[in-house]
């Protein structure tokens, strides 16, 4: 039987940068995966939906120069597209495999269950382990309803080899949202079928009314207030029908109603460990209720946002505890959330209507799209809403641009280490440049 100082279930970005660490460390160490390695985000997840994505940012860019770039004929080749994913992602598994074999760490191939508090069970093999990583992420739901066979998630959207020619999302969060801003650039007829009649709930609200408006003026239909009852299969397409009686026909349905922690088959229960169908609950230093077993990212029961750099930040945590490198309970900075929308949203710290519910917090709108035309490649429909603490410190900021990701990457270092107006005067950007202005607004507006 092998001995392990620590094994993870799961290999995705909440275990193998901690098993990279421990390894490095001298620990003995194993990874147990029964998908793909490295999980979801390198495989069916962020890394796929970037790629796929960035090239329809072209698109939308060319949009802003009318009458200057003739765009009429730009296109996607999806089916070229889809043959350069394949070649980009497909290998990635395989080498970080490698890599971690080389590194010494033991990769099993299969499904870890957890047997009791320092033995884990893979392929009927037995691991002695000192310690416990949970990091077995989310899985798609999937509506109990008539038809849910022959809806599709997001893993299938991600590996199309052809767009359809109508296609219709039931949710309206930040997968549907994401995906229509895609097809709704391929020609297809796109429809978002929601339950409520709020799209994108945590984004700032004129952002999120701007970008339906602006995905609604391109052609995408959306259905608010609309319970999704059927989905039936007609021929080579199908009829999705709500419970107001609405009916659409269509040749694809994502059914993106959300995701689920993988919590069950893995042996929870058989040491009594905290949980429910949002995640494993865990203490403040990402431990259980069974102290040698922590568990990270998207599986956890938490608030904070479940997105991929949150999980390495909790697997590098783990690691520095484990090593006893940190005695302290852990501590996030303020986090990033973007939407890969076209155009994105983004937003960081404190919100615009947290902020407008306390009197410490000023609110400050820059329209920097607008302020400078051509430094901002033409995009007048920029912008951003600052949150400034009593002190004047950048606290929060949401963001409407096309660049909203690498805009929100900057204010992570000014918010974090507290930057001040003057602090931000004293440092030299490369100019002339889009990030270079936005900062130079920031500045003034936190003055």
């Given at each position: ?12 970005h909440a275990?193998?940068h901690?098993a ?5 460390a ?6 147990i995966e ?9 495989n069916?997840g962020?890394?796929?939906?970037i790629?796929?994505e960035n090239p329809f ?5 060319a949009?802003?120069y009318?009458g ?15 043959d350069y994913k394949?070649?980009?992602?497909d290998?990635m598994a395989?080498?970080?495999?490698s ?7 033991d ?7 957890i047997k ?5 069970e893979v392929n009927?093999?037995?691991i002695?382990?000192e310690?416990i990583?949970v990091?077995?992420?989310?899985h ?8 849910k ?8 959207f991600?590996s199309?080899?052809d767009?359809p020619?109508s296609?219709?999302f039931i949710g309206?969060g930040i997968?549907?949202?994401e995906?229509a801003?895609?097809?709704?650039k391929?020609?297809a ?5 929601h339950?409520t009649?709020?799209i ?7 952002h999120v009314?701007?970008?339906?408006e602006k995905?609604e003026?391109?052609g995408?239909k959306?259905y608010?207030?609309e ?6 299969k007609?021929g080579?397409?199908?009829?999705l029908?709500t419970?107001?009686?609405?009916s659409i026909?269509?040749?694809?349905v994502?059914?993106?109603t959300g995701?689920?922690p993988n919590v069950?088959?893995i042996g ?5 460990i905290?949980?429910?169908?949002k995640?494993?609950?865990v203490?403040?230093y990402l ?5 040698n077993?922590y568990?990270s ?5 938490k608030?904070?946002p479940k997105l991929t750099?949150?999980a ?10 484990i090593?006893?490198m940190?005695?302290d309970?852990?501590?996030y900075?303020a986090i990033?959330?973007?939407?890969y929308s076209?155009p994105r949203l ?25 302020q400078m035309?051509?430094?901002y490649?033409n995009?007048?429909e920029?912008?951003m809403?600052i949150?400034?603490?009593?002190h004047k410190h950048?606290v929060?900021a949401?963001i409407y641009?096309?660049?909203?990701n690498?805009?929100?990457?900057l204010?992570?270092?000014?918010i974090n280490?507290r930057?001040t107006?003057k ?5 030299i950007f490369?100019?002339p440049?889009?990030s270079?202005g936005v900062?130079d607004?920031?500045r003034l507006?936190?003055?």
């Open positions: 039987m092998k001995t392990y100082d620590v094994t993870f279930i799961g290999s995705g275990a193998w901690a990279l660490t421990l390894k490095h001298g620990k003995e160490v194993a990874i029964k998908e793909r390695i490295a999980g979801t985000c390198t069916w962020c890394n796929a939906k790629l796929l940012e072209v698109l939308e860019e949009t802003h009318p200057i770039v003739e765009s009429q004929n730009l296109k996607v080749n999806w089916s070229n597209l889809m394949h070649k980009v992602i290998p395989g080498q970080l495999k890599l971690f074999e080389q590194q010494g760490i990769v099993y191939d299969g499904t870890g269950v009791n508090e320092h033995t884990v009927g093999e037995a002695e382990t310690n990583v990091a077995t992420g989310q798609s739901n999937k509506l109990p309803i008539e038809g066979e022959y809806t599709h998630d997001s893993r299938d991600l199309m080899e767009t020619k296609i219709t309206g997968i549907s949202i995906f801003s895609i097809m709704i391929t020609g007829d796109v429809h978002v079928v339950h009649d709020e994108l709930p945590g984004f700032n609200r004129n009314d701007k970008l339906v995905l003026d391109e995408v959306f608010l207030n319970n999704t009852v059927a989905v039936k007609e080579d397409a199908f009829t029908t419970e107001s009686g609405l026909n269509t040749e694809y994502l059914d993106a995701r689920v069950e088959g929870l229960e058989n040491v009594g905290n949980y429910s169908k995640g494993i609950e203490d403040e431990r259980t209720n069974v102290k077993i568990a990212g998207d599986v956890l029961d608030t904070i750099p949150t390495t930040f909790e697997s590098n945590y783990i690691a520095a505890h090593l006893g940190v005695q309970e852990i501590k900075p990033p959330s973007v939407l076209l983004s937003q960081i710290g404190v919100t615009v209507e947290d902020a407008k519910e306390n009197d410490q917090y000023t609110v400050k709108h820059v329209p920097f799209g607008k035309v051509f430094e490649k995009e007048t920029a912008e809403y949150v400034l603490d009593e950048l929060g949401e641009a096309d660049a909203a690498d805009l929100v990457n204010l992570v270092f000014i280490q930057l107006a602090e931000l005067s004293q440092l490369a100019f440049g889009a270079t900062i607004l920031l507006n936190m003055l």
